[in-house]
């Protein structure tokens, strides 16, 4: 290649990497003054890029600090024994890489006597000092490491085996693994360092964060287990993803699954925290949304640092822990759910919260099904309304608000006279209620009635409505109840609402006040 005329003299040869006045010259290519910058990264496009960054940082050329790198490509090591980027404590990495989502295969590290091992040996990220910071890597993302052998020494892990620092180390999953080492040893990264400074008359904190990190089949051999240790008051029961954690390291959503640890079963604590596959079937106007919390540890406190948020979308699986709720709900109402399976065994019948190990402890992975009919027909629109033409609808339409589905912005049209028992909307409390949000229709049609005291209060057709609207229907039957707050039309209603143009015939029976 020529040296572009704006490039200038010469300023450093350092063989693979040339330095001029404008621009620099790294694997075969020309790069402008920018290069390496953020918006203008340099590009990984072959196993032997990615070698020569390991290269120049081993050699103690360049550690890259302030660079960034974008792997465009899938790549397979196969047939290379490979040299961490980053091997020694005088040698870290300190630039920044994105992987894309592309995947490095067949990563062999095979440096029994020596430390820092993986596909990163050592990364250094920003330290933060009272008296100003000391630049580093900002963060390691995106990218999957499948089929690899690590074995090492001291600070091995599957991906790194050392990161200290303030950065973020997020979207990384290794499918695949044999990991070997000593101490600080563990199949993700073998020591995760976020550290603080203590120097007056104030500390300076440099923290590292871990998110959505995955590491299935696999398995770690850590020969000196019993010197692997926690710098926490909290009791660790596993070492499976990370070996040794400091203080100032936070995670968040980093999971395991099938992997073997010394010989056995690898068992989790807040830090290393099983997950499980998960495939649900379910139609498209069926929501299902996982309500993450941090996992419970028996006799374990939960430490600070640890959240568990969000689960990993990987290779057709979507990976959560097995204690997990989640909660189906309808994006439209043209199927109403009849059935919610879990492995096969029926939890439900309807939308609503569940959980999925609910029949007990976990299992290998789980499968959710939801089975269902036709519901109303059309669409919810004001020139499409959803049609309720018999009780069966009502009482589906009723049972779906009680569950959530406030049907706003939604119009909802009674086609025919119909007899009902089932009241829709729900109030418990201030906080937890399940309202009517929509435009009901009752097209001059007839409700009849036959509601009685179900024990709670505000017993009517719409037990609780906000920001409704209630249009020409007209009620009949018997509504009976000794409870507040009962109603012909509504029992609770919140915000702004409109109910006009209805009749109501049937009468009440309250024996309490605060009835109409």
């Known amino acids: 290649a020529t040296v572009p005329n704006?490039?200038?003299?010469?300023?450093?040869?350092?063989?693979?990497?040339?330095?001029?006045?404008?621009?620099?010259?790294?694997?075969?290519?020309?790069?402008?003054?920018?290069?390496?910058?953020?918006?203008?990264?340099?590009?990984?496009?072959?196993?032997?890029?990615?070698?020569?960054?390991?290269?120049?940082?081993?050699?103690?050329?360049?550690?890259?600090?302030?660079?960034?790198?974008?792997?465009?490509?899938?790549?397979?090591?196969?047939?290379?024994?490979?040299?961490?980027?980053?091997n020694t404590l005088d040698t870290s990495f300190r630039g920044n890489f994105d992987g894309n989502n592309h995947t490095i295969s067949n990563l062999t590290v095979n440096n029994p006597s020596g430390d820092y091992n993986g596909l990163f040996g050592y990364v250094e990220g920003v330290i933060l000092e009272p008296g100003g910071n000391d630049p580093g890597c900002d963060y390691i993302r995106n990218f999957v490491v499948k089929n690899a052998n690590v074995r090492g020494r001291d600070y091995t892990g599957g991906v790194a085996g050392h990161v200290l620092g303030k950065l973020i180390f997020e979207n990384v999953i290794l499918d695949g693994a044999t990991v070997e080492g000593a101490d600080y040893t563990s199949g993700f990264i073998g020591f995760a360092e976020g550290i603080q400074i203590w120097l007056a008359p104030m500390d300076a904190y440099s923290p590292l964060d871990v998110q959505n990190c995955l590491f299935i089949n696999g398995s770690v051999t850590a020969n000196n287990a019993a010197h692997i240790y926690s710098s926490f008051d909290h009791p660790r029961s596993s070492f499976v993803m990370f070996g040794e954690i400091s203080t100032h390291s936070f995670f968040t959503s980093c999971y395991f699954n099938n992997v073997v640890y010394n010989g056995a079963a690898a068992q989790e604590d807040y830090y290393n925290v099983q997950a499980y596959p998960v495939i649900v079937n379910a139609p498209s106007n069926i929501n299902c949304e996982f309500l993450f919390a941090p996992i419970y540890v028996p006799g374990q406190a939960v430490p600070d640092n640890y959240v568990s948020a969000?689960?990993?979308?990987?290779?057709?699986?979507?990976?959560?822990?097995?204690?997990?709720?989640?909660?189906?709900?309808?994006?439209?109402?043209?199927?109403?759910?009849?059935?919610?399976?879990?492995?096969?065994?029926?939890v439900g019948t309807n939308i609503g919260e569940y959980v999925l190990n609910a029949g007990g402890s976990p299992i290998d992975s789980y499968t959710v099904t939801v089975e269902y009919e036709p519901g109303l027909t059309g669409s919810g629109t004001e020139d499409d309304p959803y049609l309720i033409t018999s009780t069966e609808l009502w009482d589906w339409f009723a049972i779906s608000v009680n569950n959530g589905a406030h049907y706003s912005g939604k119009y909802v049209k009674l086609a025919a006279d119909i007899d009902i028992t089932t009241s829709a909307g729900s109030r418990v409390s201030n906080t937890d209620n399940k309202p009517f949000s929509g435009t009901f229709l009752g097209d001059g049609h007839?409700?009849?009635?036959?509601?009685?005291?179900?024990?709670?209060?505000?017993?009517?057709?719409?037990?609780?409505?906000?920001?409704?609207?209630?249009?020409?229907?007209?009620?009949?039957?018997?509504?009976?109840?000794?409870?507040?707050?009962?109603?012909?039309?509504?029992?609770?209603?919140?915000?702004?609402?409109?109910?006009?143009?209805?009749?109501?015939?049937?009468?009440?029976k309250i024996t309490k006040n605060y009835a109409r």
């Open 6 to 86: 704006t490039f200038g003299d010469t300023v450093t040869d350092y063989g693979v990497v040339k330095a001029y006045a404008n621009g620099l010259f790294f694997n075969g290519k020309y790069y402008y003054s920018d290069a390496g910058s953020e918006e203008n990264p340099y590009i990984i496009d072959s196993e032997d890029a990615l070698a020569r960054i390991a290269s120049i940082v081993n050699s103690g050329v360049s550690d890259f600090v302030g660079k960034h790198f974008s792997l465009i490509c899938d790549l397979d090591l196969s047939g290379r024994n490979w040299t961490p980027i980053g």
């Open 446 to 508: 007839t409700i009849t009635v036959t509601l009685t005291d179900d024990g709670k209060q505000g017993l009517a057709p719409f037990r609780y409505i906000d920001g409704a609207t209630i249009k020409n229907l007209k009620v009949a039957g018997t509504i009976a109840s000794s409870q507040y707050h009962s109603a012909g039309v509504v029992g609770f209603a919140n915000g702004t609402n409109t109910i006009e143009g209805w009749v109501v015939t049937a009468p009440l």
């Open 310 to 346: 969000a689960g990993i979308d990987y290779n057709g699986n979507y990976y959560i822990p097995g204690t997990t709720p989640f909660r189906l709900s309808y994006n439209d109402y043209q199927y109403r759910v009849t059935s919610v399976k879990i492995n096969g065994v029926e």
